[in-house]
């Protein structure tokens, strides 16, 4: 045998030697591996087993009870962005109203202070019209001729026939206006009775329909006074001025 075949068969040999040797290791695992498995290693790694089966199932808890969590985080955003938008929107309605509720204030104080000087106005006319319609009655009253006798005109005219240089008919005219007077100042003060009527229709105030018209000068010279109230406590009302007279006016 040559030292070259020699060699080879030595090489081999350890070849078969390694592979051997690895064929060992191998069953030596594996064996180890099977021996491994016990009942008393599998007894051991239950506890094990259910403790990383509970941790599983609480890892698996919390992270439902976390989606769960952020979903109801993620609904109250949304709730919360609606209710900013609904609350945003109530402002501005509410703003609005305010400015409504402004903008009629002004309006209905600017009616009061129009309404008032309005009705002011209608008191001071209706005073000056009782005023003025009571004194035209006043008036009538005293300076219209008492009524007219039949039989005494007729009288009357007879005797002026016999009245010398044109006297008889200076005395018939005057008879026949004397009669003309008196249906005329009667038409007159009828006229102002259903005058003074027709003002109380008018919208007065009630401490204006409480006054009582007095003649010109007949409770203070050369005023024109209503009064109100009783005695020791009247007051007396200008007409001319439109305003109640101080007590020492």
Same mark, same amino acid.
């Given at each position: 045998?040559?030292? $070259?075949?020699?060699?080879?068969?030595?090489?081999?040999?350890?070849?078969?030697?390694?592979?051997? +040797?690895?064929?060992?290791?191998?069953? /030596?695992?594996?064996?180890?591996?099977?021996?491994? @498995?016990?009942?008393?290693? &599998?007894?051991?790694?239950?506890?094990?087993? $259910?403790?990383? =089966?509970?941790?599983?199932? *609480?890892?698996?808890?919390?992270?439902?009870? =976390?989606?769960?969590? %952020?979903?109801?985080?993620?609904a109250l955003r949304k709730e919360k962005e609606a209710?900013?938008?609904?609350?945003?929107?109530?402002?501005?309605?509410? =703003?609005?109203?305010?400015?409504? *509720?402004?903008? #009629?204030?002004?309006?209905?104080?600017?009616?009061?202070?129009? @309404?008032? $000087? *309005?009705?002011?106005?209608?008191? *001071?006319?209706? /005073? +000056?019209? @009782?005023?003025?319609?009571?004194?035209?009655?006043?008036?009538?009253?005293?300076? !219209?001729?008492?009524?007219?006798?039949?039989?005494?005109?007729?009288?009357?005219?007879?005797?002026?026939?016999?009245?010398?240089?044109?006297?008889?008919?200076?005395?018939?005219? @005057? /008879?026949?206006? #004397?009669?003309?007077?008196?249906?005329?100042?009667?038409?007159?003060?009828?006229?102002?009775?259903?005058?003074?009527?027709? &003002?109380? /229709?008018?919208?007065?105030?009630?401490?204006?329909?409480?006054?009582?018209?007095?003649p010109t000068g007949s409770v203070i010279s050369n005023?024109?006074?209503?009064?109100?109230?009783?005695? =020791?406590?009247?007051?007396?009302?200008?007409?001319?001025? !439109?305003?109640? %007279?101080?007590?020492?006016?």
């Amino acid at each position: 045998m040559t030292t $070259a075949g020699a060699d080879d068969l030595d090489r081999k040999l350890k070849e078969l030697e390694r592979d051997k +040797r690895e064929e060992e290791l191998r069953q /030596l695992k594996a064996n180890a591996r099977v021996r491994w @498995v016990t009942p008393t290693a &599998i007894a051991a790694l239950l506890p094990l087993a $259910a403790g990383f =089966g509970l941790w599983v199932v *609480k890892e698996v808890k919390q992270y439902g009870a =976390g989606y769960r969590a %952020l979903e109801e985080v993620e609904a109250l955003r949304k709730e919360k962005e609606a209710l900013e938008r609904q609350k945003n929107g109530l402002n501005v309605e509410i =703003g609005t109203l305010l400015q409504l *509720k402004q903008h #009629y204030a002004e309006q209905a104080s600017q009616l009061r202070v129009d @309404v008032e $000087a *309005k009705q002011e106005a209608v008191d *001071k006319a209706y /005073l +000056r019209a @009782v005023f003025y319609g009571s004194e035209m009655v006043y008036t009538l009253d005293h300076v !219209g001729p008492p009524p007219a006798d039949d039989k005494g005109m007729d009288a009357l005219r007879a005797e002026a026939k016999s009245l010398p240089n044109g006297a008889a008919e200076k005395l018939s005219a @005057v /008879l026949g206006r #004397y009669r003309d007077m008196e249906v005329v100042i009667k038409m007159a003060r009828d006229s102002s009775v259903a005058y003074n009527k027709a &003002i109380n /229709l008018l919208p007065a105030s009630a401490w204006a329909k409480q006054l009582d018209p007095m003649p010109t000068g007949s409770v203070i010279s050369n005023r024109q006074v209503m009064l109100s109230g009783p005695p =020791g406590e009247r007051r007396f009302y200008d007409v001319k001025e !439109g305003r109640f %007279l101080t007590r020492d006016e």
